[in-house]
Protein backbone atom coordinates (compact mmCIF):
# COMPACT_ATOMS: atom_id res chain seq x y z
CA UNK A 1 0.00 0.00 0.00
CA UNK A 2 2.89 2.21 0.80
CA UNK A 3 4.93 1.97 -1.92
CA UNK A 4 1.19 2.25 -4.57
CA UNK A 5 1.05 5.31 -2.31
CA UNK A 6 4.70 6.78 -3.67
CA UNK A 7 4.12 5.93 -7.20
CA UNK A 8 0.87 7.84 -7.15
CA UNK A 9 2.80 10.51 -5.49
CA UNK A 10 5.26 9.67 -8.13
CA UNK A 11 2.79 10.26 -11.16
CA UNK A 12 0.88 13.50 -9.36
CA UNK A 13 4.70 15.46 -9.40
CA UNK A 14 5.19 14.28 -12.50
CA UNK A 15 2.45 15.68 -14.30
CA UNK A 16 2.03 18.93 -12.49
CA UNK A 17 1.93 20.72 -15.87
CA UNK A 18 -1.33 19.78 -16.55
CA UNK A 19 -2.68 22.04 -13.49
CA UNK A 20 -1.75 25.44 -15.32
CA UNK A 21 -3.13 23.76 -18.70
CA UNK A 22 -6.24 23.13 -17.13
CA UNK A 23 -6.86 26.63 -15.32
CA UNK A 24 -6.14 28.20 -18.30
CA UNK A 25 -8.47 26.19 -20.68
CA UNK A 26 -11.27 26.73 -17.55
CA UNK A 27 -10.68 30.38 -17.70
CA UNK A 28 -11.16 31.03 -21.04
CA UNK A 29 -14.54 28.83 -21.37
CA UNK A 30 -15.93 31.31 -18.73
CA UNK A 31 -14.67 34.04 -20.54
CA UNK A 32 -16.44 32.90 -23.25
CA UNK A 33 -19.32 31.71 -21.78
CA UNK A 34 -22.57 33.51 -21.49
CA UNK A 35 -23.27 35.18 -18.11
CA UNK A 36 -25.91 33.77 -15.89
CA UNK A 37 -29.77 35.16 -16.70
CA UNK A 38 -30.46 38.06 -14.28
CA UNK A 39 -32.67 37.42 -11.20
CA UNK A 40 -34.63 40.67 -11.56
CA UNK A 41 -37.00 42.35 -14.68
CA UNK A 42 -39.19 45.25 -15.11
CA UNK A 43 -42.95 43.96 -16.21
CA UNK A 44 -45.09 47.24 -17.87
CA UNK A 45 -48.47 46.27 -16.35
CA UNK A 46 -51.35 49.37 -17.16
CA UNK A 47 -53.05 51.34 -14.24
CA UNK A 48 -53.42 49.96 -10.44
CA UNK A 49 -56.74 48.15 -10.28
CA UNK A 50 -56.89 46.90 -13.87
CA UNK A 51 -56.58 43.46 -14.51
CA UNK A 52 -53.38 43.28 -15.63
CA UNK A 53 -51.82 44.85 -12.54
CA UNK A 54 -53.76 42.60 -10.95
CA UNK A 55 -52.65 39.38 -13.10
CA UNK A 56 -49.11 40.69 -12.84
CA UNK A 57 -49.25 40.81 -8.87
CA UNK A 58 -49.72 37.54 -8.44
CA UNK A 59 -46.88 36.48 -11.22
CA UNK A 60 -44.76 38.71 -9.12
CA UNK A 61 -45.85 36.64 -6.22
CA UNK A 62 -44.99 33.81 -7.61
CA UNK A 63 -41.83 34.70 -8.90
CA UNK A 64 -40.68 35.51 -5.77
CA UNK A 65 -40.47 32.11 -4.02
CA UNK A 66 -37.94 31.31 -6.85
CA UNK A 67 -35.91 33.74 -5.79
CA UNK A 68 -36.49 36.31 -8.61
CA UNK A 69 -37.66 39.65 -8.56
CA UNK A 70 -40.23 41.19 -10.76
CA UNK A 71 -40.76 44.92 -10.33
CA UNK A 72 -44.21 46.34 -11.99
CA UNK A 73 -44.51 49.32 -13.59
CA UNK A 74 -47.69 51.55 -13.56
CA UNK A 75 -48.78 52.25 -17.60
CA UNK A 76 -51.50 53.60 -19.62
CA UNK A 77 -52.31 50.35 -21.27
CA UNK A 78 -51.00 48.68 -23.68
CA UNK A 79 -49.71 51.43 -26.24
CA UNK A 80 -47.58 53.10 -23.74
CA UNK A 81 -46.14 49.14 -22.72
CA UNK A 82 -45.33 48.68 -26.08
CA UNK A 83 -43.26 51.84 -26.36
CA UNK A 84 -41.79 50.56 -23.01
CA UNK A 85 -40.65 47.51 -24.29
CA UNK A 86 -39.15 49.78 -27.78
CA UNK A 87 -37.24 51.83 -25.25
CA UNK A 88 -36.26 49.45 -23.14
CA UNK A 89 -37.54 50.65 -20.15
CA UNK A 90 -39.11 47.30 -19.39
CA UNK A 91 -38.42 43.67 -19.94
CA UNK A 92 -41.55 42.40 -20.22
CA UNK A 93 -45.20 43.89 -20.66
CA UNK A 94 -48.58 42.75 -20.86
CA UNK A 95 -50.18 43.84 -23.92
CA UNK A 96 -53.39 43.38 -25.81
CA UNK A 97 -53.47 41.39 -29.13
CA UNK A 98 -53.68 43.36 -32.17
CA UNK A 99 -52.07 46.06 -30.64
CA UNK A 100 -48.70 44.87 -32.13
CA UNK A 101 -49.86 45.42 -35.68
CA UNK A 102 -50.21 48.81 -35.10
CA UNK A 103 -46.20 48.99 -34.97
CA UNK A 104 -44.10 49.34 -38.35
CA UNK A 105 -42.24 45.56 -39.13
CA UNK A 106 -39.18 47.16 -37.76
CA UNK A 107 -40.27 47.47 -34.62
CA UNK A 108 -42.49 44.51 -33.87
CA UNK A 109 -39.41 42.62 -35.22
CA UNK A 110 -37.44 43.32 -31.79
CA UNK A 111 -40.33 42.07 -29.78
CA UNK A 112 -41.00 38.55 -28.94
CA UNK A 113 -44.09 36.93 -27.74
CA UNK A 114 -43.59 34.81 -24.75
CA UNK A 115 -47.55 33.81 -24.59
CA UNK A 116 -50.91 34.26 -24.34
CA UNK A 117 -51.89 34.63 -20.49
CA UNK A 118 -56.12 34.67 -20.64
CA UNK A 119 -58.95 35.83 -22.61
CA UNK A 120 -59.66 39.79 -22.35
CA UNK A 121 -63.60 39.74 -23.09
CA UNK A 122 -65.34 42.85 -24.17
CA UNK A 123 -68.35 44.13 -22.12
CA UNK A 124 -70.72 46.57 -23.43
CA UNK A 125 -72.83 47.73 -20.32
CA UNK A 126 -76.24 49.48 -21.04
CA UNK A 127 -79.09 51.25 -18.82
CA UNK A 128 -81.61 49.21 -17.73
CA UNK A 129 -84.18 50.94 -20.37
CA UNK A 130 -81.91 51.50 -23.38
CA UNK A 131 -82.48 50.26 -27.11
CA UNK A 132 -79.87 48.42 -28.35
CA UNK A 133 -79.85 46.29 -31.67
CA UNK A 134 -76.82 46.88 -33.57
CA UNK A 135 -73.32 49.00 -33.24
CA UNK A 136 -74.82 51.80 -35.53
CA UNK A 137 -77.17 52.50 -32.46
CA UNK A 138 -74.87 53.32 -29.94
CA UNK A 139 -74.38 56.84 -32.33
CA UNK A 140 -77.37 57.96 -30.49
CA UNK A 141 -76.17 57.74 -27.21
CA UNK A 142 -74.13 58.67 -24.81
CA UNK A 143 -71.16 56.21 -24.54
CA UNK A 144 -67.55 55.57 -23.60
CA UNK A 145 -65.31 53.73 -26.06
CA UNK A 146 -62.16 53.96 -23.30
CA UNK A 147 -59.58 56.01 -22.32
CA UNK A 148 -56.79 57.76 -24.84
CA UNK A 149 -54.35 54.73 -26.02
CA UNK A 150 -56.30 52.02 -24.16
CA UNK A 151 -56.82 48.62 -25.38
CA UNK A 152 -60.63 49.44 -24.59
CA UNK A 153 -60.26 51.75 -27.44
CA UNK A 154 -58.32 49.45 -29.68
CA UNK A 155 -61.04 47.23 -29.67
CA UNK A 156 -64.04 49.19 -29.88
CA UNK A 157 -62.22 51.41 -32.75
CA UNK A 158 -61.46 48.51 -34.28
CA UNK A 159 -65.17 47.40 -34.40
CA UNK A 160 -66.37 50.67 -35.24
CA UNK A 161 -64.20 51.04 -38.31
CA UNK A 162 -65.64 47.70 -39.88
CA UNK A 163 -69.01 49.03 -39.78
CA UNK A 164 -67.33 51.88 -41.55
CA UNK A 165 -67.57 54.28 -38.43
CA UNK A 166 -64.49 56.32 -38.20
CA UNK A 167 -62.92 57.90 -35.59
CA UNK A 168 -63.88 61.64 -37.74
CA UNK A 169 -67.27 60.26 -37.32
CA UNK A 170 -67.72 59.86 -33.79
CA UNK A 171 -70.39 62.21 -32.53
CA UNK A 172 -70.30 64.35 -29.78
CA UNK A 173 -71.52 62.61 -27.21
CA UNK A 174 -68.99 59.83 -27.29
CA UNK A 175 -66.12 60.39 -24.41
CA UNK A 176 -63.22 59.01 -24.39
CA UNK A 177 -63.21 57.42 -21.09
CA UNK A 178 -62.40 54.01 -19.18
CA UNK A 179 -62.19 52.34 -16.51
CA UNK A 180 -63.39 53.65 -13.04
CA UNK A 181 -64.23 56.77 -14.57
CA UNK A 182 -66.13 54.98 -17.25
CA UNK A 183 -68.07 53.14 -14.90
CA UNK A 184 -69.12 55.90 -12.34
CA UNK A 185 -70.12 58.09 -14.91
CA UNK A 186 -72.54 55.30 -16.55
CA UNK A 187 -73.68 54.48 -12.44
CA UNK A 188 -74.35 58.98 -12.26
CA UNK A 189 -76.68 58.40 -15.31
CA UNK A 190 -74.25 60.37 -17.32
CA UNK A 191 -73.77 58.15 -19.73
CA UNK A 192 -75.92 55.50 -21.87
CA UNK A 193 -73.53 52.75 -22.52
CA UNK A 194 -70.04 51.73 -22.06
CA UNK A 195 -67.48 49.74 -22.99
CA UNK A 196 -64.98 48.15 -20.66
CA UNK A 197 -62.46 45.16 -21.75
CA UNK A 198 -61.40 42.86 -18.83
CA UNK A 199 -61.40 39.24 -17.13
CA UNK A 200 -64.64 38.62 -15.53
CA UNK A 201 -63.52 38.28 -12.40
CA UNK A 202 -62.44 41.93 -12.41
CA UNK A 203 -64.14 43.74 -9.21
CA UNK A 204 -64.95 46.68 -11.93
CA UNK A 205 -66.90 43.82 -14.08
CA UNK A 206 -68.12 42.37 -10.81
CA UNK A 207 -69.70 45.49 -9.38
CA UNK A 208 -70.86 46.64 -12.59
CA UNK A 209 -72.59 43.17 -12.89
CA UNK A 210 -74.23 43.71 -9.83
CA UNK A 211 -76.04 47.13 -10.55
CA UNK A 212 -79.69 46.07 -11.08
CA UNK A 213 -79.74 49.39 -13.20
CA UNK A 214 -77.54 48.06 -15.46
CA UNK A 215 -77.59 45.20 -17.86
CA UNK A 216 -75.09 43.53 -20.09
CA UNK A 217 -76.17 43.06 -23.99
CA UNK A 218 -74.99 40.76 -26.69
CA UNK A 219 -72.70 41.28 -29.76
CA UNK A 220 -74.46 39.87 -33.22
CA UNK A 221 -72.48 39.23 -36.22
CA UNK A 222 -69.64 37.92 -34.62
CA UNK A 223 -68.51 35.55 -37.47
CA UNK A 224 -68.49 38.94 -39.86
CA UNK A 225 -66.43 40.59 -36.85
CA UNK A 226 -63.65 37.62 -36.36
CA UNK A 227 -62.93 37.13 -40.32
CA UNK A 228 -61.97 41.05 -39.72
CA UNK A 229 -60.20 40.88 -36.88
CA UNK A 230 -58.52 37.76 -36.38
CA UNK A 231 -56.75 38.53 -33.25
CA UNK A 232 -60.26 38.42 -31.47
CA UNK A 233 -61.59 35.58 -30.11
CA UNK A 234 -65.55 34.62 -29.59
CA UNK A 235 -66.58 34.33 -26.05
CA UNK A 236 -70.13 33.01 -24.84
CA UNK A 237 -71.18 34.23 -21.53
CA UNK A 238 -73.78 31.83 -19.47
CA UNK A 239 -76.20 33.06 -17.89
CA UNK A 240 -75.72 34.21 -14.16
CA UNK A 241 -72.10 33.41 -14.91
CA UNK A 242 -70.70 37.34 -13.79
CA UNK A 243 -73.29 37.25 -11.13
CA UNK A 244 -75.73 34.76 -9.92
CA UNK A 245 -77.63 36.58 -7.27
CA UNK A 246 -78.70 39.25 -9.59
CA UNK A 247 -78.48 37.03 -13.15
CA UNK A 248 -75.80 39.08 -14.90
CA UNK A 249 -76.41 38.23 -17.89
CA UNK A 250 -79.68 37.59 -17.14
CA UNK A 251 -79.51 34.99 -20.69
CA UNK A 252 -76.86 33.67 -22.28
CA UNK A 253 -74.46 35.53 -24.36
CA UNK A 254 -72.05 36.37 -26.84
CA UNK A 255 -69.35 38.35 -26.98
CA UNK A 256 -65.95 39.19 -28.43
CA UNK A 257 -62.80 39.99 -26.60
CA UNK A 258 -58.55 40.22 -27.84
CA UNK A 259 -55.92 37.90 -25.33
CA UNK A 260 -53.47 39.50 -22.46
CA UNK A 261 -50.44 38.73 -24.21
CA UNK A 262 -46.62 38.48 -22.30
CA UNK A 263 -43.68 40.40 -24.31
CA UNK A 264 -40.23 40.88 -24.52
CA UNK A 265 -38.21 43.24 -25.52
CA UNK A 266 -34.75 43.20 -26.60
CA UNK A 267 -33.25 43.38 -23.46
CA UNK A 268 -35.39 40.16 -22.09
CA UNK A 269 -32.68 37.43 -21.35
CA UNK A 270 -33.97 34.17 -23.10
CA UNK A 271 -33.28 31.85 -20.49
CA UNK A 272 -35.18 33.22 -18.10
CA UNK A 273 -38.52 31.98 -20.11
CA UNK A 274 -38.95 29.17 -18.87
CA UNK A 275 -39.08 30.13 -15.22
CA UNK A 276 -41.55 33.04 -15.93
CA UNK A 277 -44.30 30.61 -18.15
CA UNK A 278 -44.03 28.44 -15.21
CA UNK A 279 -44.70 30.53 -12.89
CA UNK A 280 -47.96 32.20 -15.05
CA UNK A 281 -48.36 28.35 -15.46
CA UNK A 282 -48.99 28.33 -11.64
CA UNK A 283 -50.81 31.28 -11.56
CA UNK A 284 -53.55 30.55 -14.13
CA UNK A 285 -53.95 26.63 -13.23
CA UNK A 286 -57.26 27.08 -11.66
CA UNK A 287 -58.51 28.78 -14.85
CA UNK A 288 -61.47 31.58 -14.64
CA UNK A 289 -64.85 31.83 -15.27
CA UNK A 290 -64.17 32.11 -18.62
CA UNK A 291 -61.35 29.77 -19.58
CA UNK A 292 -61.09 26.28 -18.17
CA UNK A 293 -58.21 25.23 -15.77
CA UNK A 294 -55.28 24.22 -17.74
CA UNK A 295 -55.80 26.30 -20.70
CA UNK A 296 -52.77 28.92 -20.43
CA UNK A 297 -50.44 29.84 -21.10
CA UNK A 298 -50.61 29.16 -24.50
CA UNK A 299 -48.67 29.91 -27.91
CA UNK A 300 -48.48 34.02 -28.70
CA UNK A 301 -50.40 35.19 -31.61
CA UNK A 302 -48.62 34.31 -35.25
CA UNK A 303 -48.23 38.57 -35.51
CA UNK A 304 -45.62 38.55 -32.85
CA UNK A 305 -42.12 36.39 -32.83
CA UNK A 306 -41.77 33.46 -30.62
CA UNK A 307 -37.97 32.61 -28.41
CA UNK A 308 -36.92 29.20 -29.21
CA UNK A 309 -37.23 28.56 -25.61
CA UNK A 310 -40.67 29.27 -25.29
CA UNK A 311 -41.49 26.53 -28.25
CA UNK A 312 -39.53 24.00 -26.47
CA UNK A 313 -41.83 25.27 -23.52
CA UNK A 314 -44.67 24.58 -25.36
CA UNK A 315 -43.80 21.42 -26.97
CA UNK A 316 -42.05 19.81 -23.77
CA UNK A 317 -42.20 21.57 -21.03
CA UNK A 318 -39.88 22.83 -18.60
CA UNK A 319 -35.90 21.94 -19.38
CA UNK A 320 -34.79 18.42 -17.47
CA UNK A 321 -32.77 19.79 -14.86
CA UNK A 322 -35.26 22.77 -14.16
CA UNK A 323 -38.34 19.94 -13.34
CA UNK A 324 -36.21 18.65 -10.67
CA UNK A 325 -34.04 21.88 -9.33
CA UNK A 326 -34.58 25.40 -8.12
CA UNK A 327 -34.25 27.72 -11.16
CA UNK A 328 -30.60 28.98 -9.88
CA UNK A 329 -28.94 25.57 -9.33
CA UNK A 330 -30.33 24.21 -13.02
CA UNK A 331 -29.56 27.27 -14.29
CA UNK A 332 -25.77 27.18 -12.94
CA UNK A 333 -26.09 23.11 -13.54
CA UNK A 334 -26.80 24.00 -17.67
CA UNK A 335 -23.63 26.34 -18.14
CA UNK A 336 -21.32 24.20 -16.41
CA UNK A 337 -22.89 21.41 -18.84
CA UNK A 338 -22.16 23.39 -21.76
CA UNK A 339 -18.37 24.33 -20.55
CA UNK A 340 -17.82 20.51 -19.67
CA UNK A 341 -18.54 19.51 -23.40
CA UNK A 342 -15.46 21.48 -25.02
CA UNK A 343 -13.68 21.14 -21.79
CA UNK A 344 -13.39 17.29 -22.23
CA UNK A 345 -12.81 17.78 -26.09
CA UNK A 346 -10.00 19.62 -25.37
CA UNK A 347 -8.82 17.76 -22.11
CA UNK A 348 -9.22 13.96 -24.22
CA UNK A 349 -6.02 14.43 -25.87
CA UNK A 350 -4.04 15.51 -23.00
CA UNK A 351 -4.97 12.87 -21.05
CA UNK A 352 -3.86 10.49 -23.64
CA UNK A 353 -0.72 12.04 -23.71
CA UNK A 354 -0.16 11.81 -19.72
CA UNK A 355 1.05 8.53 -20.20
CA UNK A 356 4.01 9.00 -23.09
CA UNK A 357 4.75 12.53 -21.08
CA UNK A 358 5.06 10.38 -17.75
CA UNK A 359 7.31 7.79 -19.32
CA UNK A 360 9.39 10.44 -20.96
CA UNK A 361 9.49 12.22 -17.20
CA UNK A 362 10.70 9.43 -15.36
CA UNK A 363 13.13 8.64 -17.50
CA UNK A 364 14.71 11.92 -17.84
CA UNK A 365 15.06 12.19 -13.90
CA UNK A 366 17.31 8.80 -14.91
CA UNK A 367 18.77 9.51 -17.79
CA UNK A 368 19.88 13.25 -17.78
CA UNK A 369 22.95 11.92 -15.24
CA UNK A 370 24.61 10.43 -18.07
CA UNK A 371 25.58 13.52 -20.08
CA UNK A 372 28.04 14.42 -17.56
CA UNK A 373 29.46 10.67 -17.50
CA UNK A 374 29.65 10.80 -21.59
CA UNK A 375 31.47 14.11 -21.46
CA UNK A 376 33.83 12.04 -19.07
CA UNK A 377 34.05 9.38 -20.96
CA UNK A 378 34.99 10.75 -24.65
CA UNK A 379 37.82 12.71 -23.39
CA UNK A 380 39.23 9.63 -21.68
CA UNK A 381 38.82 8.19 -25.15
CA UNK A 382 40.36 10.79 -26.87
CA UNK A 383 43.07 10.32 -24.42
CA UNK A 384 42.70 13.55 -23.07
CA UNK A 385 41.95 13.54 -18.68
CA UNK A 386 39.30 16.23 -17.05
CA UNK A 387 41.49 19.06 -15.98
CA UNK A 388 41.00 18.28 -12.32
CA UNK A 389 40.17 14.71 -11.10
CA UNK A 390 40.08 15.45 -7.23
CA UNK A 391 37.31 17.89 -8.20
CA UNK A 392 35.39 15.42 -10.88
CA UNK A 393 35.76 12.36 -8.09
CA UNK A 394 34.09 14.33 -5.53
CA UNK A 395 31.78 15.79 -7.77
CA UNK A 396 30.26 12.22 -8.96
CA UNK A 397 30.20 11.00 -5.61
CA UNK A 398 27.49 13.61 -4.70
CA UNK A 399 25.92 12.81 -7.67
CA UNK A 400 25.73 9.19 -6.57
CA UNK A 401 24.53 10.14 -2.89
CA UNK A 402 22.24 12.80 -5.01
CA UNK A 403 20.83 9.43 -7.39
CA UNK A 404 20.22 7.82 -4.04
CA UNK A 405 17.64 10.52 -2.93
CA UNK A 406 15.69 9.97 -6.24
CA UNK A 407 11.92 8.13 -6.12
CA UNK A 408 11.01 6.62 -9.09
CA UNK A 409 8.00 3.91 -9.65
CA UNK A 410 9.00 0.60 -8.81
CA UNK A 411 8.67 -0.16 -13.00
CA UNK A 412 11.34 2.04 -13.75
CA UNK A 413 13.78 0.76 -10.99
CA UNK A 414 16.04 -1.36 -13.95
CA UNK A 415 17.37 2.12 -15.35
CA UNK A 416 18.04 3.31 -11.63
CA UNK A 417 20.18 0.54 -10.93
CA UNK A 418 21.97 1.17 -13.89
CA UNK A 419 22.62 4.14 -13.15
CA UNK A 420 23.96 3.15 -10.06
CA UNK A 421 26.56 1.07 -11.86
CA UNK A 422 27.91 3.69 -14.44
CA UNK A 423 28.45 6.15 -12.10
CA UNK A 424 30.43 3.90 -9.76
CA UNK A 425 32.19 2.52 -12.92
CA UNK A 426 33.32 6.01 -14.08
CA UNK A 427 33.57 6.63 -10.33
CA UNK A 428 35.98 3.83 -9.58
CA UNK A 429 37.69 4.75 -13.00
CA UNK A 430 39.37 7.77 -12.34
CA UNK A 431 40.49 6.91 -8.84
CA UNK A 432 42.28 4.62 -10.59
CA UNK A 433 44.00 7.18 -13.03
CA UNK A 434 44.00 9.37 -9.85
CA UNK A 435 46.29 6.79 -8.40
CA UNK A 436 48.29 6.39 -11.43
CA UNK A 437 49.01 9.80 -12.37
CA UNK A 438 52.19 10.43 -10.33
CA UNK A 439 53.59 7.31 -10.95
CA UNK A 440 53.29 8.88 -14.68
CA UNK A 441 54.90 12.11 -13.69
Not at 78 to 84: F, G, I, M, R, V
Not at 98 to 108: F, K, N, P, T, Y
Amino acid sequence: MRRLLRDLKILILTNLWIVPVLAALVGALFYFAAPPPPMHARLATGAIGGGYHGFALRLQAELALQGFSLELVESTGSADNLSKLGNGDVQLALVQSGQELRLSEAARSKLNGLGVMYREPLWLFLGAKVKFQRLSDLLKLRLAVGGEDSGTQAVTAALFAANRIEPADYPSNWQPLGGNRAAEALLAGQLDAAFFVGPAENPLIQRLAAEPNLRLVSLRRTAAYLARLPYLSQLEVGEGMLDMAHNTPDRDIVTLGPVATLVAGETFHPSLTPLILEAAKSVLKNGSLLDPAGSYPAKPPLSLNTLAEADYYYAKGLPILQRYLPFRIASLADRYIILAIPLLVLLFPLFKAIGPIYQWRIRARIYRWYKHLREIDQQLYQGGLPANLDSEITRLTHLEDELARIEVPLSYSNELYQLHMHLRYMIERLQALQQRQPRLG
